[in-house]
């Protein structure tokens, strides 16, 4: 698809936009190569310290509304303007505010799975939710990461899933019996996986791999998101950043999930996280507002 710097010129026109102005995000618009505007191509634009700058960051806004005003013009998919909605801009000057993640409910992780439309999408969400799993550790899981010797000696225990995290630094994933048993049950279903594959992707090689699968996992995640009605829309069909359902969203809930509604104490929580670091901890946890108000009270 090939965006046309005319179409983006006469639309930047009919906003009565300064002449000077104008000029300003033509020139970006041609330094903006790509085609496809995602996190990625965005990220190397704003690599170029050139790029750096206040007009450059307003070229990228103005452009990202003029592809989501005129995507089906454009020969944009839907899947492609939703991504576009949500390319994080980030500020040029200063340290950029970091928003708050607001956590996932259990019944909208119920709701979001029944929106996902396999078996084995559905076992991605629980196993990140309930493993409190990054991507790439939940991506990593093999036939083999199981304690299934040792569950099978009383299913109605806890199963444990050792994990690979960051730098393939070892860790392990905790995962209630029933979610156990439906995982046995789809390796079982599978006639191409042995000991050593992983369940969730095929062939894993390296990163790109696992980079591969995270764009797609994100993908199907969104859509169940879009579906259930956890993402919302401003007027101009612009998702609101605080509704978006990703992976890290996930793992953030389910810490949430621990301290707020299981009452566990954040020290705890901190080894179901597999963090070195408490600090690290508390930036995932949600403490509850109303909670604390009636603690308070008390």
């Known amino acids: 698809m090939k965006i046309s710097i005319d179409s983006f010129e006469s639309w930047l026109r009919n906003k009565n936009l300064k002449e000077r102005t104008i000029e300003e995000y033509l020139y970006y618009f041609n330094k903006f190569l790509d085609n496809v505007f995602d996190q990625e191509t965005v990220s190397r634009f704003l690599a170029n310290k050139s790029h750096r700058n206040i007009v450059a960051r307003s070229f990228l806004i103005n452009l990202r509304k003029f592809i989501l005003v005129n995507y089906k013009e454009l020969g944009f998919t839907i899947d492609q303007r939703l991504e576009a909605s949500e390319v994080e801009l980030p ?11 607001i956590p996932l409910k259990l019944e909208e992780i119920n709701l979001l799975e029944k929106h996902l439309e396999t078996e084995k999408l559905k076992l991605m969400l629980l196993c990140s ?37 960051k730098g393939d630094k070892e860790g392990i994933a905790f995962l209630p019996s029933k979610l156990m048993v439906r995982i046995a049950k789809y390796i079982r279903s599978q006639k191409n996986l042995d000991i050593n594959s992983t369940i969730f992707i095929k062939n894993y090689v390296n990163h790109k791999s696992i980079k591969s699968g995270a764009t797609t996992w994100q993908k199907k995640l969104r859509e169940a998101g879009v579906k259930a009605k956890l993402i919302r829309f401003d007027g101009e069909r612009v998702m609101i950043p ?21 009452g566990m104490d954040i020290r705890k929580v901190q080894i179901f996280l597999r963090h070195s670091s408490l600090t690290s901890t508390q930036i995932y946890v949600h403490i509850d507002r109303e909670k604390l108000k009636e603690e308070l009270a008390k």
Do not use: Q
Not at 91 to 101: D, L, P, V
Not at 131 to 154: H, Q, T
């Open 129 to 165: 939710y309930y493993g409190a799993l990054r991507v790439g550790e939940m991506l990593k899981i093999k036939v083999i990461s199981f304690n299934w010797e040792d569950w099978k000696k009383d299913m109605s225990k806890i199963g444990e899933c050792r994990v690979l995290g």
């Open 91 to 101: 500020k040029i000057t200063g340290r950029a505010k970091k928003r708050e993640i």
């Open 242 to 262: 605080e509704t978006s359902v990703h992976p890290h969203r996930l793992r953030h809930s389910y810490a949430s999930y621990l301290v707020n509604e299981k």
